[in-house]
C-alpha cells in the first residue's frame, strides 16, 4: 500500500464532552503521526468548546471559523485551503472509535482504483445496534442507512451502495475538489449522500469497508435536524429521477445476493432474504399538535414505547406527521425510528427527520 499523507479532519459544533475524548482516541489510535495531521475545525462554538479547540496543541491544529458555516463549508474550507494531503479521513466529533477502524478503510482506498469513498460499520454507541452500513433509497427516492443482517454485509470486506454517510469517511482530495466538494446548498444534511451520486455519474463507487467499526452518538450535535425539510425537498429536486429507480433496483441486488450459502462455512441456507426487524407504518397525519386531538398521542406514545421495551430492536417505525407534531413525535420515537413531516404548501414532498 502506496504511504500517503494523510489529514484527519474533526469538524466541531459545541458537545466537547463528546469531541474531546473523540480526539483522544484519534490521536491514540492512528500510530505514527509523521506525514498525518489533524485539523479540528470549530464551527462557531459557545465558549467552552471554543476556548477548548483553540488551546490544542500538537498533534492537533485547531481551525477557527469566524462564524457558523455549517458542515458543507466548514468541511469544504479546510479541504482547499488548509491541507494539501491527498488522503482525507472525515469524522465526526461524535464517534467512539474502535479498535483497528483506520487501515481497512485506507486499504479500500488505495487498493480501489474507481472507488471515490470508504465508509465504514456504524453502531449506536447507546444500543449498539447496527445503525449504518452504507446508504440505499426507499419510497420514492429518500435516502435511508441500510442496517439490516450484518452477518452477511461482513462476508465480503468490501461492500458497494449507492452512497455512504460521511460521519467516519476516507476519500482522495484530488477528486473531492474535481467534483467541487460539497454543495453549501445543504445545511448539515444530505451533502454526503448529494456528493457520492455526483461521484457515481464518474464512475466513481462508494463502498463500505466491512472490517472497520466506530461507534456513533447518533445526532448529537445542536441543531443538527434544522434544515432538513430544505435539505430533503433541494436533493428529491436534484436526484429523484435517479434514486427512486434506484432504489428499487439495489434493493433487488441486495435480496439477490444474499441467496447463495455462505462458501465454506456452515451457514443456514439462504434461499431467502434475512428477515430485517419488522417496519410498522404508522399515519399520523391527522394528529393535531399540542393535545388537539384529545388523547391519542397520549396512546400512540404509549403503544410504542411499550413495543420498544418489550421487543427490543425488533421493530421500527416510520411515522408520518404533519410538521407541527414533529417535536413532539421526536421525543417519544425509538432511536431507529423514522419520521417524515409532510411538506408545507408547496413543497411536494416529505422530508424525514431525527429518527
Known amino acids: 500500500m502506496v504511504e500517503r499523507k494523510i489529514a484527519f479532519i474533526v469538524p466541531v459544533f459545541n458537545r466537547w464532552d463528546l469531541a474531546r475524548p473523540l480526539l483522544d482516541a484519534l490521536a491514540d489510535s492512528t500510530g505514527d503521526l509523521a506525514g498525518r495531521e489533524i485539523l479540528v475545525v470549530d464551527d462557531a462554538s ?11 496543541g500538537a498533534p492537533f491544529r485547531p481551525i477557527l471559523n469566524p462564524e457558523n458555516l455549517g458542515f458543507a463549508a466548514s468541511v469544504n474550507h479546510a479541504i482547499k485551503g488548509e491541507t494539501r494531503a491527498e488522503t482525507i479521513v472525515l ?7 474502535r479498535p483497528g477502524w483506520l487501515d481497512p478503510m485506507l486499504e479500500a482506498l488505495e487498493t480501489q482504483p474507481d472507488v471515490f469513498c470508504v465508509g465504514n460499520l456504524h453502531f449506536s454507541a447507546k444500543t449498539s445496534a447496527l445503525d449504518h452500513a452504507g446508504v440505499v433509497f426507499y419510497q420514492e427516492g429518500y435516502p435511508i442507512h441500510h442496517r439490516d443482517d ?8 468490501i461492500r458497494e451502495f449507492p452512497a455512504v454517510g460521511f460521519a467516519c469517511v476516507a476519500f482522495m482530495r484530488s477528486r473531492f475538489l474535481g467534483l467541487g466538494g460539497f454543495d453549501t446548498r445543504y445545511r448539515n444534511g444530505f451533502e454526503d449522500i448529494d456528493l457520492c451520486l455526483r461521484a457515481r455519474t464518474r464512475g466513481w463507487k462508494s463502498v463500505v469497508a466491512t472490517r472497520s467499526e466506530v461507534g456513533h452518538h447518533i445526532a448529537a450535535s445542536p441543531g443538527r435536524h434544522d434544515a432538513e425539510q430544505d435539505n430533503a425537498h433541494h436533493f428529491l429536486v436534484r436526484w429523484q429521477p435517479l434514486t427512486a429507480p434506484l432504489g428499487h433496483d439495489w434493493e433487488e441486488r441486495l435480496v439477490r445476493e444474499r441467496r447463495p450459502p455462505l462458501p465454506g462455512s456452515e451457514a443456514p441456507n439462504r434461499s431467502s432474504p434475512i428477515s430485517p426487524p419488522h417496519r410498522i407504518f404508522v399515519d399520523l397525519a391527522r394528529m393535531l399538535p399540542r393535545g388537539g386531538s384529545g388523547g391519542i398521542m397520549v ?3 404509549k403503544l410504542i414505547e411499550a413495543i420498544h421495551r418489550q421487543a427490543p430492536g425488533q421493530f421500527r417505525f416510520l411515522l408520518v406527521v404533519q410538521p407541527g407534531c414533529a417535536a413532539e413525535t421526536v421525543r417519544f420515537a425509538g432511536e431507529e425510528d423514522e419520521i417524515w413531516a409532510l411538506p408545507g404548501e408547496g413543497n411536494g414532498s416529505p422530508a424525514p427527520l431525527p429518527a
Open 46 to 56: 459557545e465558549a467552552e468548546t471554543r476556548e477548548a479547540v483553540a488551546g490544542l
Open 91 to 97: 469524522l465526526n466529533s461524535d464517534l467512539a472509535l
Open 150 to 157: 450484518v452477518d452477511w454485509i461482513r462476508t465480503e470486506p
Open 299 to 301: 396512546m400512540v406514545k
